[in-house]
């Protein structure tokens, strides 16, 4: 029997906030990031993540997850965010910073050129009897849309449902799936006053 070692969510998330990063602009603070998808895109978080040691019944990860929803028309810049979402079969990271809110897509990376060394293959195979075995690193991220963060009205996290709803100055409103452990904590940030001053306006 072969025993896998499970992805640490922590660690995930810490990973995202990197792969963010580096998109950030000089001086500009990264407030919370976060895997978000359609209605019908949480066995991609779930992929993405390797989050398969997460709580059993945590949204996503072993949990029942929201009933999808009839569509309906989207209006103002949360029908400009909504075109830029991937499909479900694609997750993407969202962040906020205190001047932006950004949307990202994983950026697909090429195979390996070639199989591994013999040696390689048999320190692999070994490392993976004996449970230890790394997750595959997150993909690398592409920026996708962008908005200025004042233009974040109001943004609300559903506990336990794992739902994100972000409200825009404009009245127009998306409601996203993000698992509900992180979720959370992106609303709280994004209640808090963000630093004047910072980043793109």
Known sequence: MIFMR?????????ELRLRVGEHLDAGETLRAALWVARESGLSTIARITRW?????????????????????????TAAEMDRRLPEPAAA????????????????????DAGPPERGARLRLAGRRLLGRAEPAPLPRLELHWQCPRALLAAVDAGDPEGTLTLGFGDGSTLSLVAPAMVAVPFAEAARRS??????RQ
């Open 92 to 111: 993407a990271a969202l962040a906020l910073t205190g001047g932006r809110l950004l949307l990202f897509g994983a950026v697909d990376e090429p195979p």
């Open 52 to 76: 398969e040691g997460a709580p059993e019944g945590l949204l996503g990860f072993g949990g029942a997850g929201p009933t999808a929803s009839p569509p309906r028309a989207l209006t103002g």
């Open 194 to 199: 963000p630093d004047s001053g910072e980043g």
């Open 6 to 14: 499970r992805a640490d969510p922590v660690a995930r998330q810490s």
